[in-house]
């Protein structure tokens, strides 16, 4: 998937004038790119509008205006650009009762490293690569990166919607899964450019 560069981005003037009808243009696509497995974990896959999106609302939110800065920011969110064969998720672990907070979190350590987040499509299944730096020995981030490289033979499945495909999270004593969409099926193939 392309980069993006600052001329993808709209002058902030420009983007304030046009933002609700943008707004709710990525709503809707992320509606379609967004699945829970399980209570506690969401995936929001990413492509070039999500993250543009992303982009513009942090350039104004933070007013930033300095072109270096803007650079900056398309930095952060370039690097969440699925790459060429990948499809990438914003991986979100939603806790809302405070008081069993602690011992939710303690469940998800680790969440990030090793064999733990997968898609199966039919007999093959491929675990999630997380981005470093969101957790530590005693705290986890409640926001993770995630790609995933399926194989050729699994993008086929994709596409056929007699083949099963699903999410799963098997972590510690969070076990799950979710079948996947036929829209969220073709966001990734087109993510994928099949």
Known sequence: MKQLVQTDLLPAVEYERQREQFRSQIIALKQRRRISVGPLITLVFENRETLRFQTQEMIRVEQILDPRKVQDELDV?????????????????????????????????????????????????????????????????????????????????????????????????????????GSMREEWLFDLGA
């Open 77 to 181: 969110y370039n690097a969440l650009m699925p790459g060429s064969g990948e499809v990438s998720a914003t991986l979100l672990i939603e806790i809302t009762e405070q008081d069993r907070m602690k011992e939710w979190l303690d469940v998800f350590m680790g969440l990030d490293h090793g064999e733990t987040v997968a898609i199966r499509a039919g007999t093959e299944q491929v675990f999630g690569e997380f981005e470093g730096g969101h957790s530590h020995e005693t705290k986890i981030s409640a926001v993770h990166f995630v790609r995933f490289r399926p194989t050729t033979s699994m993008i086929a499945a994709f596409a056929d919607l007699h083949v099963p495909v699903t999410l799963t999270v098997h972590h510690h004593a969070y076990h799950a899964e979710a079948p996947v969409p």
